[in-house]
Every structure is written in C-alpha cells, then in structure tokens.
C-alpha cells in the first residue's frame, strides 16, 4: 500500500483569508500553480482556485486590491491524510473532479497531492483512469 505521504508535495505556498486577492493571484502566477491552500492560525479553511478569482471575484467586478481571499475562496475543501491509501486519495479526486488536494493532519495543512504526485506514485492503469474522470466535463462526469 502506498499512502499519500509517500508521494504528496510537503510545505507548500499558501496564503490567508484576509490577504489581498491580488497579491494571492500575483503569487499564483509567479508560482505557476492554479490553487493555493488558504491556511489561518495554522488550520485550513478554504482553497483559491484561478477559477474562484475569476468567476467570485473578477466576474462579479470586484476590486481585487481591496477584495480578500476569504470573499472568493472555495471553503470546506475536500481532503485527505498523510496516512490515507493514495488508491483511496486517488478516487476522491476523480470523484470531485479537482487536480489537487490539500492533505491535512489534526486540521493542519502539511502538503498537497497533486494529479503530478498521483502519477508518479501509482501505477499507469489506475493514473490514467483518475485523469480521464477528473477532465470529464461536468455532464459526461455526472452522466448525464
């Protein structure tokens, strides 16, 4: 059994609810990385996704130097342990449809498994079907 420790990105960029949604976005963009865990006094409480920027905070005319993180931010994010079977971490992610998830012991954040980590630690067959179903468009991927 592989666990998601094994193969997660450990201490990872992430930014606060009360940031600046343009400094979190310029962070992002030098990072090169879609999402950003949003962490306060050391607990996760949401993720910022590019998308999140885009449709809560651009799309809605929202000032980003004076919007904040936590206006826009996904909240309640789905997760998984360090100790967690990366198989089971793997179906998560193919049955939200997210590239990344934020993994967290005791409410703490202590990294990220990503589809890239995913891939280099499970074997092809199983990584190419959680892919597949991740890019699914949504009414392909819920059936209809």
């Given amino acids: ?4 420790a094994e193969v997660m990105t450990p201490g990872v960029e992430s930014t606060t609810s009360s940031q600046a949604l343009r400094d979190a976005a310029r962070i992002m963009r030098e990072g090169d990385f879609g999402s950003m865990p949003v962490v306060d006094e050391g607990r996760l409480v949401g993720v910022l996704t590019d998308r999140d920027i885009v449709v809560r905070g651009v799309a809605e005319g929202l000032d980003p130097t004076v919007c904040r993180v936590g206006d826009v931010a996904s909240r309640d994010p789905v997760t998984v342990a360090p100790d967690q079977d990366l198989d089971e971490a793997m179906e998560l992610m193919a ?10 012991s005791g409410g703490r954040l202590v990294g990220v498994i990503s589809q890239a980590d ?7 067959s199983k990584t190419g079907k959680v892919v597949e ?10 059936g209809a």
Avoid: D, F, N
């Fill in 133 to 142: 179903e991740i890019s699914q468009p949504t009414s392909v991927a819920r």
């Fill in 118 to 124: 995913v891939a280099l630690g499970a074997k092809e």
């Fill in 95 to 104: 049955h939200h449809r997210v590239r990344r998830l934020p993994v967290v």
């Fill in 1 to 4: 059994m592989t666990t998601v």
